[in-house]
């Protein structure tokens, strides 16, 4: 489904939590920079005939294929008529399915094509999650060649930030940490969502959770681990003098 702007894509998933809760099984959203990228890198091609600001991809898993159609149709014509959707389509099979997906699923092929990329997986409300590309684009404004895209779960609020750029530089790494970091706080969000920090995100861990939750997480960690073996280094951060 095409959608002029991030409004319409709220509305839209607002409208599918509503009309097809029992049988949603995906609600995805890509920006029109993500789609450019995977046809300029890939040569997939979008089903519609028109460009749009975003696009929202929905899947239904229900039991009655007959009764999932039918009611994808209903919600399709729906969310058109009430605005929030100017265009979409419908797969009528599994092979068009597969087509559709692949624009999704391709985009971190497209951006590992491009050239050098920084990724960052948060999770924050949804009414404000765009919020973060767009003011990821002000800051780097005037950083040459760079591109910033957003696509990611809409069901959960889990945002996919990508900052693709010619190379990469300790300047243009400057401009996207540790503001991201800082922003996502504000918003009470998580630095890190369905990836998890894993090593380079660990000692970023204070811009998600208090020092008492830390303090708690490595006093957990002490009973199951005392000698520090298992999964060392990820998560949390290198234990101080005091814990």
Not at 110 to 121: C, E, I, P, S, T
Not at 159 to 170: D, F
Not at 215 to 223: E, F, L, Q, R, T
Request: aromatic share 8%.
């Amino acid at each position: 489904m095409g959608c002029d702007d991030y409004a319409g894509v709220l509305a839209t998933s607002k409208a599918a939590k509503r009309d097809l809760s029992e049988v949603l099984s995906a609600l995805e959203f890509f920006d029109s920079s993500c789609l450019d990228l995977v046809e300029q890198q890939l040569g997939y091609m979008s089903p519609l005939e028109e460009r749009y600001n975003f696009y929202v991809l929905l899947e239904t898993s229900g039991s009655n294929g007959e009764h999932d159609e039918e009611k994808l149709g209903a919600f399709l014509e729906g969310t058109m008529e009430e605005g929030s959707v100017v265009d979409g389509v419908i797969a009528q099979d599994a092979s068009q399915g597969a087509a559709i997906w692949q624009l999704r699923e391709t985009i971190a092929e497209a951006l590992k094509k491009a050239g050098a990329v920084y990724k960052y997986d948060v999770s924050i409300p949804v009414p404000v999650l765009y919020d973060l590309v767009e003011d990821m684009r002000a800051r780097m404004k005037h950083a040459g060649e760079v591109s910033v895209l957003g696509y990611g779960h809409l069901g959960d609020g889990n945002l996919h930030l990508n900052v693709s750029a010619p190379e990469y530089s300790a300047e243009l790494l400057g401009r996207i940490e540790p503001f991201i970091y800082e922003w996502t706080s504000e918003q009470q969000g998580s630095i890190s969502a369905e990836h998890g920090l894993g090593l380079m995100k660990a000692n970023c861990i204070h811009y998600s959770k208090s020092k008492e939750a830390v303090d708690m997480m490595h006093a957990i960690k002490g009973v199951f681990d005392p000698t520090g073996i298992m999964n060392p280094y990820k998560t949390l951060p290198a234990p101080t003098l005091e814990q």
